[in-house]
DNA sequence: TATTGTTATACTCTATAACTATA
DNA sequence: TATAGTTATAGAGTATAACAATA
């Protein structure tokens, strides 16, 4: 219940988004580790499945993270077969991440696993607010 | 605008809640460093100002943070002579805190510009879609 | 000179382990 | 033995600086 945060907390805006955030994250952690997964690859493969193919600098540009933190997304899911790096014919010095069809496989594997995440997250809502919720987080971020 | 994100990021809701959170975040650091307090700081003196007196663990129960993090928080605001640690009648071991006048001064002053930040946060709500976001965020937490 | 990917390094944040003083 | 507060330390996460290859 939500009687358990103090008050002073409960109206504080980033208390609530950073609580259900994280608990969020911790729910999805779980989800895709049984798929070999981590968040950030799954959303990293989820960028590249519609729009590969894909500098890595673009990839990290897409998903608001530096392009020194992206190499190690990427050579996981290189490691794994999910991504492939090949030399761009324009830039030699860029790759052009293509997804395999085994990365289009566990991306849409672990889509589900993340949308039953979400699910039990928003489970004190029913349906139309749970649309409501998220369609108020997206006005919020394209206006701020 | 939110056509800047990938739409697989879009649909993702901890990618949402992570994005306007961290945002928020900033911009209460930002608005709160002008008053020497952290967000956390701020935080703690909001519980205290309404439950004091209260040790520090229970203040970090509260928080959720953990009592070696609350450690330098609490030593912050003690040492800006915000909140008063004073040896608890019952178990000498515990501190009892409580809130200063100027504490509480700090906090109210605190509590206004964390209001402008998170007002211009939700610029792209008008009102009645800011106290939607905010009740579907405690009914979400409430539930899970 | 500037840029892509990379590595090494530093910094932040938080938790675990171990200490002290009490209980 | 167990617990409140504290400190030192380690771990995750991310960013800055510097390097090689290429532009």
């Given at each position: 219940m939500a009687s358990e945060f103090p008050s002073p907390l409960l109206d504080r805006l980033s208390f609530l988004l950073g609580k259900l955030y994280f608990r969020g994250l911790d729910a999805e952690t779980d989800e895709l580790s049984a798929l070999n997964l981590g968040v950030k690859q799954h959303a990293a493969l989820g960028v590249l499945t519609r729009?590969?193919?894909?500098?890595q600098q673009e990839l990290g540009h897409r998903m608001g993270i530096d392009r020194t933190t992206i190499v190690a997304v990427v050579d996981d899911l290189d490691e794994q077969g999910l991504v492939e790096r090949r030399r761009s014919?324009?830039?030699?010095?860029a790759y052009l991440l293509t997804v395999t069809p085994s990365g289009r496989d566990a991306e849409e594997r672990g889509r589900h696993r993340v949308a039953e995440a979400e699910d039990r997250l928003l489970g004190a809502l029913d349906e139309p607010d749970r649309t409501r919720l998220r369609e108020l987080l997206v006005r919020a971020l394209g206006g701020g």
């Open positions: 729009e590969d193919p894909m500098t014919p324009a830039d030699r010095r």
